[in-house]
């Protein structure tokens, strides 16, 4: 995201729009400036209201024609675009969460790598706790280290820092870090290289030197003076095991997913075993869920044991998307247990996991 967006306060018009398109101003609201404080082209974060629903993301001003292109929806609460009905609905010029944590991310990592070259640092331990404020100031205390998967085989760590776990050796990467399946070496804490299975990727010292490592135990490796958790990531069954495509952002990690289709001729209540994508460790997850059939409402009960005690209920209703966020335990597999409490009032019902939340930074708490 880029960060050179325009912020003002007290800017919020009605709109009289319909549909997912372009939204046409037609007022400012009491108290609020309109859009026509801006210059023509500038470029922000807005957030988008009709009734109880909501959209936020990054927009475009066009002067001439009072309008406002919607050109990346962020989130909403309905999942999707707003598909606005043209009666009530308000848009405003506000400086998104997702907007200011880039904010804070990029301003760190330049004080981090940039400035501290200017000054000759003589107390190690000042830097440190220096860096480890700056580092504190973002949600997820750490600063860049984006992972990515460069080939079938490789990930690829970018440049960043983070406090080990220790919380008195600074890990910093200067440059990008290729971690390889193949190369034996990359893999630490007795790993080996297989298929389907979750590898945690870990950074760490040795000595003076920062050195990373895939391992399929949340520990430190024997060898390694401290450590720190970066991230985990599942292999496939191509071949010996390569890398499921995914997306990191800040400290969630999205998979494409998997969608379980179910039937009311074959699902009854009878409970499923659906994938969870995530390390069998306690996260927390994002759930898509929904239903197609009559208009009722139905409950979905997710386990992370097959009949045991349950760990979340979502309420929802056919043809309705919902999207849930809640803490999982799954087991060795990554898999959690659902259940419906009806299957008469459906003609199908999908489940689409898709992401969960990894512990970063955290492996002073392991």
Not at 100 to 106: H, N, R, S, W
Not at 131 to 136: G, H, K, L, P, S
Not at 243 to 264: I, K, L, R, V
Not at 304 to 315: D, E, M, P
Request: charged share 15%; glycine share 8%.
């Amino acid at each position: 995201m880029a960060i050179d967006l325009v912020v003002k306060d007290r800017v919020a018009e009605t709109t009289a729009s319909t549909g997912t398109g372009d939204v046409v101003v037609s007022g400012a609201l009491p108290g609020a400036r309109g859009f026509a404080s801006l210059a023509n082209g500038a470029k922000f974060t807005y957030c988008l209201e009709e009734g109880t629903n909501w959209e936020t993301g990054e927009a475009t001003w066009t002067s001439g024609t009072n309008t406002i292109s919607r050109d990346l929806v962020q989130s909403s609460s309905t999942g999707s675009r707003l598909n606005l009905s043209g009666s009530g609905a308000t848009i405003s010029l506000s400086a998104t969460s997702r907007y200011l944590q880039a904010l804070i991310d990029e301003i760190a990592l330049k004080v981090s790598t940039s400035v501290f070259t200017n000054y000759v640092i003589t107390n190690t331990n000042n830097l440190n706790d220096l860096a480890f404020e700056i580092a504190a100031k973002t949600e997820l205390g750490h600063v860049g280290l984006q992972v990515s998967r460069s080939s079938g085989a490789q990930l690829q760590i970018a440049t960043g820092a983070i406090h080990a776990n220790t919380r008195t050796d600074l890990l910093v990467v200067a440059s990008p870090i290729t971690l390889d399946l193949t190369v034996a070496g990359d893999l630490v804490n007795a790993a080996t290289r297989t298929t389907n299975s979750w590898y945690w990727l870990l950074l760490g010292k040795i000595g003076p030197t920062v050195v990373a490592g895939l391992s399929t135990t949340l520990a430190k490796p024997s060898a390694w003076d401290a450590w720190q958790i970066v991230g985990a990531m599942r292999t496939n069954a191509t071949g010996s095991g390569e890398w499921d495509p995914f997306m990191q952002s800040g400290n969630w990690f999205f998979y494409d997913g998997e969608m379980y289709s179910f039937n009311s001729a074959s699902t009854t209540t009878t409970e499923q075993s659906v994938r969870c994508w995530c390390p069998p460790i306690s996260s927390r997850v994002k759930l898509y869920f929904r239903g197609l059939g009559p208009n009722a409402y139905v409950w979905a009960r997710y386990r992370n044991v097959a009949a045991g005690t349950v760990q979340k209920l979502i309420h929802t209703r056919p043809t309705h998307n919902t999207l849930d966020e809640f803490d999982m335990t799954t087991n060795s597999s990554g898999v959690v247990y659902q259940q419906f409490d009806t299957a008469a009032t459906w003609d199908a019902v999908a489940t689409i996991t898709r992401g969960f939340r990894c512990p970063i930074g955290e492996a002073g708490h392991v």
